[in-house]
Nanobody
């Protein structure tokens, strides 16, 4: 099972950009389906973007065209490039890795979009 650590969150103005990183330790990172999820205060955790082990991506409608998920299997890293950020993107962002019988979450990184 992989262990996940997110980084790259912070405070950014509306319209700005951030890149989140998820570092994975453990074996077989490349065979995991990976994803970014977020949870805003008082709301349920929701899917932001996913990328399968084969490279297929999926995005929430609310972030399509603004966010890009990517992964570097050689470095055991996953990224979320977030552009044109809006106040409603404010949330704790979590990294997820899953495959049959395995499901891992990071501790989350806070993103605040505010002027």
């Amino acid at each position: 099972q992989v262990q996940l650590v997110e980084s790259g969150g912070g405070l950014v103005q509306p319209g700005g950009s951030l890149r989140l990183s998820c570092a994975a330790s453990g074996r077989d990172f490349s065979i995991y389906d990976m994803g970014w999820y977020r949870q805003a205060p008082g709301k349920q955790r929701e899917l932001v973007a996913t990328m399968t082990s084969g490279g297929t991506t999926n995005y929430a409608d609310s972030v399509k065209g603004r966010f890009t998920i990517s992964r570097d299997n050689a470095k055991n890293l996953m990224y979320l490039q977030m552009n044109s950020l809006k106040p409603e993107d404010t949330a704790v962002y979590y990294c997820n890795a899953n495959r049959p019988g395995r499901d891992s979450w990071g501790q989350g990184t806070q993103v605040i979009v505010s002027s």
